[in-house]
């Protein structure tokens, strides 16, 4: 899709402020929303990015963002208008200096409506050129971007074939069913089965020991988006069905695919949100007015939940439909994201409180619990906020509470911090708490070590590591002992610090490990 067919949806509203006739004629790959001042990381070439500018704080917001996005090839930038008002002359003056095509969009149109045109289209454009030679086969593709789903493909297939079939997504969500619906027990034994097989498609044996086949939908990144399930063994198919299977399973895949940008798009505010929280970087102003556009009230209490399943490939999508099932009968209002391999899930209301988090975890449904089988979930429950500037410490404590959490039931609640180690007492801080407590004291060390070459900050840990014993800590770092006497001289001198008490050697200590946890974060 090109930028001018873009413009050419009248329904889009779509306006051009700045661009060159011949940028038009560029090619649209994908879309993003964003609102970061340093987008580098999420944006590709070919992306057409949508903007409110809630990045925008004058003249050199403006340089960065736009010189940011032009280094990526992005092929349009589109700035609402609701935050921002009139574009300013200076953001249409780097668009032109950096070849960005600027366009603007009516208030009454959302982002959303317009991400969700480009990968239809996309997706349309892409899946086309599959074989028409059967008519099933051409209207299983016409079937795309339609606005039936994937349930309008699996409907036909039973017009035409009677195949019973189903989709269930990668977080074990059935989305769309043709035919008589699978019980929950099914759907558990397919989705655990289809999380160990990979990319394999496989036959398990349901009621009765009927078959059923399982189709993996990958995405181009080898990425299962969720698998489609049909009644029957493969193998006993006429090749004139097999064929229509196989297009079926591009179209499933294309339409889970569009569902989950669509989804991404809705949740990827949400996540940028946690990420600022849980660096520590947000002004409380600026968490209000984010909270806000989000949809919550940052007048009321806020309980943060943080939710994982520790098994590596566990769909961190899983754990966040979990959540929210576990905690749409609160009568509050949810923010939900995925973060990692974490679920964060922000819950708001005049009356929240962790009993109630917790004695909505107590009637979860029995097919959740199918679902984790023997895994357990870990859920980290935070103290209602008493003001938006305890958010982000809100976020850091559900955190250290999940993390902590162990018990042997199949979901286990924390709402209180009992922290057992330093490294878990670390855990609660926020991370720019301890990166300025480990700067601050090692600071001299790191500077030394750069304009000398020298190694104080690798001779401070062995010492300490090793209980500041003289003869193993020297043996360690491949030194003679009177070396590693100077150093550790020359680290005191600089730290103003005397490693023959205990005091400074915890200080040090506990700056080393700061520092160490905010570079493995």
Same mark, same amino acid.
């Given at each position: ?287 209000? %007015?984010?909270?806000? +556009? =989000? ?6 209490? &806020?309980? /943060?939940?943080?939710? !994982? @399943? ?55 449904? %029995?097919?959740?619990? +199918? =679902? ?6 870990? &859920?980290? /429950?935070?103290?209602? !906020? @008493? ?55 090692? %600071? ?78």
């Amino acid at each position: 899709m090109r930028i001018l067919d873009l413009l050419e949806r009248a329904e889009l509203t779509l306006t051009v402020v700045w661009a060159e006739p011949e940028l038009l004629e560029r090619s649209i790959t994908s879309s993003y929303i964003l609102d970061l001042p340093a987008p580098s990381k999420f944006v590709s070439e070919g992306d057409l990015v949508l903007s409110a500018a809630l990045w925008h704080t004058g003249e050199e917001s403006a340089r960065l963002f736009v010189s940011s996005i032009a280094a990526l090839g992005v092929s349009a930038l589109v700035i609402g208008r609701i935050v921002l008002g009139e574009i300013p002359d200076y953001l249409v003056r780097e668009c032109r200096e950096h070849g960005v095509v600027l366009l603007t969009v009516s208030p009454d149109v959302s982002f959303k409506s317009i991400s969700q045109y480009i990968d239809t289209a996309n997706a349309i454009d892409a899946v086309r050129p599959a074989s028409h030679s059967l008519e099933v086969n051409r209207r299983l593709l016409d079937q795309l971007g339609s606005g039936s789903g994937a349930q309008g493909a699996l409907g036909l297939l039973f017009d035409e074939f009677a195949i019973e079939s189903w989709v269930i997504e990668a977080s074990g969500s059935v989305t769309a069913v043709a035919g008589t619906p699978p019980d929950s027990v099914l759907i558990a034994e397919v989705w655990n089965r289809a999380l160990a097989a990979g990319e394999a498609d496989f036959v398990v044996l349901g009621a009765e020991r009927r078959a059923s086949t399982v189709w993996p939908l990958v995405t181009d990144d080898k990425t299962p988006i969720g698998y489609l399930v049909c009644a029957g063994e493969q193998r006993s198919w006429p090749a004139d069905v097999a064929r229509v299977i196989a297009t079926l399973v591009v179209v499933a895949r294309v339409e889970l695919e569009i569902a989950a940008k669509r989804r991404e798009s809705d949740l990827r505010q949400a996540s940028e949100f946690v990420d600022l929280l849980a660096s520590d970087t947000l002004s409380p102003g600026e968490a209000s %007015a984010r909270l806000r +556009l =989000l949809g919550a009230d940052p007048l009321e209490p &806020v309980v /943060v939940v943080a939710a !994982t @399943v520790l098994e590596p490939g566990y769909p961190t999508r899983a754990v966040l439909e979990t959540l929210t099932a576990i905690l749409g009968d609160t009568n509050t209002t949810m923010l939900a994201c995925e973060f990692g391999t974490e679920a964060i899930v922000f819950v708001s209301g005049p009356a929240v409180t962790p009993e109630l988090i917790v004695d909505a975890g107590s009637r979860v449904k %029995a097919e959740r619990l +199918l =679902l984790l089988g023997e895994r357990h979930l870990r &859920v980290g /429950v935070s103290e209602p !906020t @008493v003001s938006i500037s305890h958010l982000g410490q809100a976020v850091a404590s559900a955190r250290a509470r999940m993390r902590a959490a162990t018990s042997d039931d199949t979901i286990t609640w924390a709402t209180r911090s009992t922290p057992v180690s330093y490294d878990a007492l670390l855990e609660m801080l926020p991370d720019r708490v301890r990166q300025s407590f480990g700067q601050g004291l090692l %600071a001299p060390l790191f500077e030394y070590d750069a304009r000398h070459g020298s190694e104080l900050i690798t001779t401070l840990q062995v010492f300490l590591d090793s209980g500041s014993a003289w003869q193993q800590a020297a043996t360690e770092l491949h030194v003679h002992v009177n070396t590693l006497r100077y150093r550790i001289g020359r680290i005191e001198v600089l730290t103003h610090r005397d490693l023959s008490t205990m005091h400074d050697r915890v200080d040090l200590f506990l700056a080393l490990a700061s520092i160490q946890r905010g570079a493995g974060s």
